[in-house]
């Protein structure tokens, strides 16, 4: 079994920054990408950030130049540092990964979530 646990979200002044965490634990072979999602009351979920193994890294282009993706391989980690918040940022994050298990000889790729954090910004 694989689990992801976010954390670090809160409430927030506009122009303000957050941090938000994410761990993976359980039964992990490898963790291929790794990506934070976000999703606003009546919207849609969408991409906000995400990174590969190698550490090619894509951003939503609503977060380009004020977000920032990471991760540590060793720790299977995920970090997303969030500078000038805007009021439209608002919306619960869920972290994703791509992780790979192993049961006897075969390995499986699957998608797996974490439980979500609020972050909200006041304006």
């Known amino acids: 079994q694989v689990i992801l646990v976010e954390s670090g979200g809160g409430l927030v002044q506009a122009g303000g920054s957050l941090r938000l965490s994410c761990a993976a634990s359980?039964?992990?072979?490898?963790?291929?990408?790794m990506a934070w999602y976000r999703q606003a009351p009546g919207k849609q979920r969408e991409l906000v950030a995400s990174?590969?193994?190698?550490?090619?890294?894509n951003y939503a282009d609503s977060v380009k130049g004020r977000f920032t993706i990471s991760r540590d391989n060793g720790k299977n980690t995920m970090t997303l540092q969030m500078n000038s918040l805007r009021f439209e940022d608002t919306a619960v994050y869920y972290c994703n990964g791509k992780i790979r298990t192993i049961t006897g000889t075969t390995v499986s790729e699957n998608d797996y979530w974490g439980q979500g954090t609020q972050v909200t910004v006041s304006s």
């Open positions: 990174i590969t193994g190698g550490g090619r890294i």
């Open positions: 359980g039964s992990i072979f490898s963790i291929n990408a």
